[in-house]
């Protein structure tokens, strides 16, 4: 029983992987990322089209935001 559930784990794990990655990491944390450069550097950064390092700056100011979101949150809501 086992070798048949074995594939049908192994699919729906690699699904949920690939939704993580692609949704929170690519889609969302890239889309503030860019939005936030955007709006310090007054529209000028990242221009089109966006290279691979370019991503990776906006994902990194992504990360960076919502990092800097929580711990704001926290020390607002008194966090000890």
Not at 3 to 6: Q, T
Not at 19 to 35: K, M, N, Q, T
Not at 53 to 64: I, R, T, W
């Given at each position: 029983?086992e070798?048949?559930?074995?594939p049908?784990?192994?699919?729906?794990?690699?699904?949920?992987?690939y939704?993580?990655?692609?949704?929170?990491?690519?889609?969302?944390?890239?889309?503030?990322?860019?939005?936030v450069?955007?709006?310090?550097?007054?529209?000028?950064?990242?221009?089109?089209?966006?290279?691979?390092?370019?991503?990776?700056?906006?994902?990194?100011?992504?990360?960076?935001?919502?990092?800097?979101?929580?711990?704001?949150?926290?020390?607002f809501?008194?966090?000890?």
């Open positions: 029983m070798e048949a559930l074995a049908i784990g192994r699919f729906i794990m690699s699904l949920v992987r939704l993580v990655v692609e949704l929170i990491v690519d889609r969302l944390l890239y889309g503030v990322g860019f939005s450069l955007k709006l310090v550097s007054l529209g000028t950064y990242p221009r089109s089209p966006v290279s691979q390092q370019m991503k990776n700056h906006c994902l990194f100011a992504g990360v960076a935001t919502f990092t800097i979101a929580i711990v704001l949150i926290a020390v809501n008194g966090f000890s």
